[in-house]
C-alpha cells in the first residue's frame, strides 16, 4: 500500500488501519505516556462487558484504569510492570487474567511498544493482548505432569540417575539421594569431571574399572548398560548392586540423556552364593561318597552318574546317547555282565512299570575290563501329583564281600557234603574196616589153634598162644563195636524239637544265589504254624540242600517255568514236606535211592541214599513221585512231636 | 606138594593180622615171612623158592594194587590180596593185573589155603619156565654165530639145499652145522628145536616157497 499523500488518501487509509485494527483476533489498545487509555478497540470492550469510559483511571484507587478487569492476584505484578516500562520505556509485555463480562477470568499477554517523537520522548504507546488461556492451561497441565512425574522419580523406590549425553551425571532420585547422602553437584572437584568425582565417592574400588569401562563404551555405542557392581552409601558399606541404564533419544534418534537404575541385590548375592557353596557341597559330597550315584529318568534312561561311577566305568552319561538306541541299553551292554544282564533288564522294567524300588546284585564291568559285583538299590522320586519325576539309585561295591561269601559257602558246602558223604560210606568202610581186621585175626588165629591141637602129637603150647590171641582180638573187635555204637548215641541226642520252616529258610539262604544264577524262583508254601518235630536241624537241613539242589539241577537252560516249589503239609501224624520241581524229570525211579546210583558224571550217588537213611533214622519216609504236568516231587515226612527214632 | 619147597610172603600193617596168619600157616607147615610195608618186602632178601605173596591192599607206604603195578615187570610171586574193604573196582583192577584171587577179610583158612595153593603151583610152573627159558638162553649163547645163522633157516622149513644156497655154503657143510645145532641146543628132533625157537623167539624170516623171505 502506498503512503497516503491527500487527505481523501489519509481517510482511507485511516479508515482501512481501523478496520484491520477492529478485525484482529486480538485486542488492540493504545495508551498515552501516562499509562491511561486513549484508545480501546471495540472488540475488546465488547469482551470486557465495558465501555471505555470505564476503563478511566480513578484517582488513588483505580491508577491506570483497569483495576476492575485485571485479576486481583495479578494487579500488582502487572501495575509494577507497567509503572517501570512507561518509566523505562522498555517493551512490556506481560501475562495476566482479564474478566470477561461474564466475569470468568481468563489469561491473557499483554504486548505494548512505545511510539516515539523526533527527539525520543515517547508520544504514546500501542499494544495488543492476546488470549493465552489454552496456552495457559495446556501450560499448566504439561507443568503439573511434569511435577507429578518428577514426584513419582523421587518416590519410587529406586535408585534412579540421569546423565547427558557425555555422562556427566544430572539426576539423582531421591532414594538415590538419601543412599548416598550426597547430590549430583556435590562432589565436584575444580578440573575433574563430575563424573569421576561421582564414581569415586561411591563405587568400590575394585570395580571402578570395569564400571568406567562399561559406560564409556555405552555412550559411544549408545548400547545399554547393565553391570553388576559393588557400591557404598552414606554408611560407607559396600553392597552388590546391579545397574542397568537406557539411552533416552529424541525424535532424530540423537541421544539426548542416559536414565539408569541401581538396584540392591546383596541379599541375592548373598544368597546366590551361598547356594553355590551348597551345590558344590553337594556336588562334592555326591562325587566322594564311596558308592556309585546314579540317576534315570521314569522311562529308565541315565541322566546322570557321579565321578566315582565315571571313574569306575570309564565313560560318563554322554558316551551312551548313540543314535537309534537307548541309553539304558547302550549302558548294560557296555558294563552289565552277559549273564547278569536279563535278570537286571526284568527287575528294572518291572520297577520302572510299578514303582516299586528296586535291589539287584550283578557284575559290571570296571573300565581296565574287570567285572566286579555291585549291589544296587533304587528308589523313586516323586512330585506333588504322586508322579515319578526321577529314579535315584546307589550302587555298592560288593565283590570282595561276594568272593569272600562265595568262597565261604562254597568251602562250607563241600565242607557239609564231604562231612554227610564221608559220614556214612566212610562210617562203613571205617567200621567194615576196623571189625574185619580183629576179626580175620580172630578166624586166622582160631584155624591155627585147632591145627594144634589136632596135629599128632598136639601142641599145646602153641595153641594157647593162639587162643590168647584170639581172646585179645576179639576184646579189640569188642570195642571196635562199642566206639561206633557210642558215635550213633551221639547224633541222636542232637535231635530236638525245630519247626521245619526255620530249616527250610535256611536252606533256602544257602541255595540263594545259586538259584540267582540259574534264575530259578522258590516257591514256599508253608502254611500256618507247622508244627514241631524232633530232627537233628543239620541233618534235615542237608537233605533239604540235597533235595533243592537236585530239583534246580533238573531244570533245561530252556525251561521256562522255573519255579522249584517247596509245600509243606500236616498229615494226622506227620509232617509232609514236598519238593517239585517242572525239570526233565525222573528216567530211573526205582534205582535213585540207591547207593553209587548217579545219572550225572561227577556223580558219587551217595546223596539220595544217604538223604533217605537220614529221613528213615528221623522216623519218616522219603520218596519220589511225578509233578503235574512235568517234573519230579521228592516227599519226605518226619513224625510229629517228640516221637523219634534211634 | 611138600612142604619145604615153597614159602608164603605177607604183607600187611595190622600186626595182629601178620602173627595170625603166620601162626596159621605154621600150623599147617608151611613156611612165611611177614612184612609191615610194601617197602619192607622189596627190600628184603627172598629165598629162591616157588612163593605166594599175601598182599593186603590197605598198606601205610603205598597201596597192595600199587605195588603190584611196579613188580609186574620182574618176574614177582603170584598175589593173594587180602582186604578189609572189598570194593569192587579194586579186586576188579587187581585180578586184571593177573592176582591169583582177591579175598576180603575175615576169609576162612580154606579159602586162603586153596589160594596159596594155586599161587605155588602157578609159581613153580613160572620159575620151571624161567629156568627152562634161562637154560635154552645159555645154550643159544653157546652156539658160533654161523650156527646161528643156520638155525633160523633150518627151523623155517627150508630143504638143506635151499638153505646152503641162501648161506653160500655147501648142502654138506650145512648138514654138520645142522647137527651141531640141534646137538648143541639138546633138541631130540627138529619139531623140538622149532619149539625152541619160538621160545627164544626167534624170528621165522624165510620160507620153503619160492620167492618168499
Given amino acids: 500500500m502506498d503512503a497516503p499523500h491527500t487527505p481523501d488518501e489519509f481517510d482511507a487509509h485511516a479508515a482501512r488501519a481501523i478496520r484491520i485494527i477492529e478485525s484482529m483476533p486480538g485486542f488492540a489498545w493504545s495508551a498515552g505516556p501516562d499509562g491511561r487509555f486513549i484508545y480501546v478497540s471495540p472488540n475488546t470492550l465488547t469482551y470486557l462487558g465495558t465501555a471505555q469510559i470505564e476503563l478511566d483511571p480513578l484517582a488513588d484507587v483505580d491508577e491506570f484504569g483497569w483495576r476492575r478487569v485485571v485479576h486481583p492476584d495479578d494487579y500488582d505484578r502487572v501495575a509494577d510492570r507497567w509503572r517501570h516500562c512507561l518509566r523505562t520505556g522498555e517493551a512490556y509485555n ?22 516515539r517523537d523526533t527527539e525520543g520522548r515517547i508520544t504514546e504507546w500501542y499494544g495488543t493482548t492476546i488470549d493465552i488461556e489454552e496456552l495457559k492451561q495446556t501450560e499448566e497441565a504439561l507443568s503439573e505432569r511434569e511435577r507429578q512425574l518428577r514426584e513419582l522419580i523421587e518416590t519410587l523406590p529406586a535408585m534412579i540417575w540421569s546423565t547427558t549425553p557425555s555422562g556427566e551425571p544430572i539426576f539423582f532420585s531421591r532414594q538415590f539421594r538419601d543412599f548416598l547422602g550426597f547430590d549430583v553437584a556435590d562432589k565436584d572437584i575444580p578440573g575433574v569431571p563430575r563424573l569421576t568425582g561421582v564414581l569415586n565417592a561411591h563405587i568400590h574400588p575394585d570395580d571402578l574399572d570395569a564400571v568406567n569401562a562399561l559406560f564409556a563404551r555405552c555412550l559411544v555405542t549408545g548400547n545399554p548398560y547393565a553391570l553388576k557392581h559393588r557400591q557404598r552409601g552414606f554408611d560407607g558399606v559396600y553392597k552388590w548392586v546391579e545397574t542397568r541404564a537406557n539411552a533416552m533419544r529424541n525424535r532424530k534418534g540423537l541421544i539426548t540423556q542416559w536414565n539408569g537404575i541401581c538396584f540392591d541385590i546383596e541379599d541375592l548375592m548373598r544368597v546366590q552364593s551361598a547356594l553355590q557353596a551348597n551345590e558344590r557341597e553337594l556336588s562334592q559330597l555326591v562325587d566322594m561318597v564311596p558308592s556309585h550315584v546314579w540317576r534315570l529318568t521314569p522311562d529308565g534312561e541315565p541322566t546322570f552318574f557321579n565321578k566315582r561311577m565315571v571313574d569306575y566305568l570309564g565313560f560318563d552319561v554322554a558316551d551312551t546317547i548313540k543314535p537309534g538306541i537307548s541309553r539304558l541299553v547302550v549302558l548294560t551292554k557296555s558294563a552289565i555282565h552277559p549273564d547278569d544282564a536279563e535278570a537286571f533288564a526284568d527287575t528294572l522294567d518291572n520297577s520302572l512299570r510299578t514303582g516299586e ?10 573300565t581296565d575290563g574287570v567285572y566286579r559285583w555291585m549291589s544296587s538299590r533304587a528308589e523313586p522320586l516323586r512330585d506333588s501329583s504322586g508322579r515319578i519325576a526321577q529314579w535315584y539309585g546307589l550302587c555298592h561295591d560288593i565283590d570282595d564281600q561276594v568272593s569272600i561269601a562265595e568262597e565261604l559257602r562254597l568251602a562250607q558246602e563241600r565242607l557239609a557234603r564231604s562231612t554227610q558223604a564221608a559220614s556214612l560210606a566212610e562210617l562203613s568202610a571205617s567200621i567194615a574196616h576196623e571189625v574185619n581186621q580183629p576179626l580175620a585175626a580172630i578166624v586166622a588165629n582160631s584155624h591155627a589153634c ?3 591141637l589136632t596135629a599128632d602129637p598136639p601142641n599145646i603150647g602153641r595153641a594157647q598162644k593162639t587162643v590168647e590171641r584170639v581172646i585179645r582180638d576179639t576184646n579189640s573187635a569188642a570195642e571196635v563195636v562199642g566206639r561206633i555204637r557210642a558215635l550213633f548215641k551221639q547224633s541222636a541226642e542232637t535231635r530236638h524239637l525245630t519247626a ?4 527250610i529258610d535256611e536252606a533256602r539262604e544257602l541255595l540263594a544265589n545259586e538259584a540267582m544264577r540259574r534264575r530259578i524262583r522258590i516257591e514256599m508254601d508253608i502254611g ?11 541233618q534235615i537241613q542237608q537233605v533239604l540242600v540235597n533235595l533243592m539242589r537236585n530239583g534246580m539241577e533238573a531244570f533245561g537252560d530252556d525251561d521256562s517255568d522255573r519255579t522249584l516249589q517247596v509245600r509243606v503239609r500236616r498229615t494226622i501224624d506227620a509232617i509232609q514236606t514236598e519238593i517239585r520241581d517242572r525239570g526233565r524229570g525222573i528216567e530211573f525211579p526205582d534205582r535213585i535211592f540207591e547207593p553209587f546210583f548217579t545219572t550225572k558224571e561227577n556223580g558219587m550217588g551217595m546223596g539220595l541214599a544217604i538223604c533217605r537213611s537220614i529221613i528213615e533214622s528221623h522216623g519218616g519216609r522219603l520218596w519220589v513221585e511225578k509233578n503235574e504236568p512235568r517234573g519230579a516231587a521228592f516227599i519226605f515226612t518226619l513224625p510229629v512231636g517228640t516221637k523219634a527214632a534211634v | 606138594m611138600t612142604t619145604r619147597d615153597h614159602i608164603v610172603f605177607i604183607v600187611d600193617d595190622d600186626i595182629r593180622i601178620r602173627d595170625a596168619l603166620i601162626e596159621l600157616l605154621e600150623s599147617h607147615g608151611v613156611r612165611a615171612a611177614a612184612f609191615a610195608s610194601a617197602g619192607d618186602y622189596v627190600k628184603a632178601a627172598k629165598p629162591d623158592l616157588p612163593a605166594c605173596l599175601i598182599l593186603d591192599v590197605e598198606l601205610p607206604d603205598i597201596s597192595g594194587l600199587e605195588l603190584q603195578k611196579q613188580i609186574a615187570a620182574g618176574g614177582h610171586p603170584p598175589i593173594v590180596f587180602i582186604t578189609g574193604h572189598g570194593d569192587i573196582p579194586s579186586s576188579v583192577q587187581a585180578i586184571k593185573r593177573g592176582a591169583v584171587d582177591f579175598l576180603t577179610k575175615p576169609f576162612s583158612d ?21 629156568a627152562e627159558l634161562a637154560l635154552l638162553e645159555k645154550r643159544y649163547g653157546e652156539l658160533t654165530s654161523r650156527e646161528r645163522d643156520v638155525l633160523p633157516l633150518i627151523v623155517s622149513g627150508l630143504m638143506n639145499k635151499q638153505a646152503a644156497a641162501e648161506l653160500g655154503i655147501s648142502e654138506v657143510t650145512l648138514q654138520i652145522h645142522r647137527r651141531k645145532v640141534l646137538q648143541k641146543m639138546g633138541a631130540a628132533s627138529l619139531a623140538d628145536l622149532v619149539r625152541m625157537a619160538q621160545r627164544l623167539e626167534i624170528p621165522v624170516t624165510h620160507s620153503r616157497r619160492p620167492g618168499g623171505a
Fill in chain 1, 94 to 115: 506481560a501475562e495476566h487474567r482479564l474478566r470477561r463480562a461474564d466475569g470468568v477470568y481468563r489469561w491473557f499477554r499483554n504486548f505494548g511498544t512505545p511510539s
Fill in chain 1, 357 to 366: 524300588p528296586f535291589a539287584i546284585k550283578y557284575r559290571l564291568r570296571r
Fill in chain 1, 450 to 452: 585147632h591145627r594144634w
Fill in chain 1, 500 to 503: 521245619i520252616d526255620s530249616v
Fill in chain 1, 528 to 538: 500256618e504254624y507247622p508244627p514241631l518235630a524232633a530232627l537233628d536241624p543239620v
Fill in chain 2, 110 to 130: 580154606a579159602d586162603l589155603l586153596a589160594a596159596i595153593d594155586a599161587a605155588v603151583v602157578q609159581d613153580t610152573s613160572a620159575r620151571a619156565k624161567r
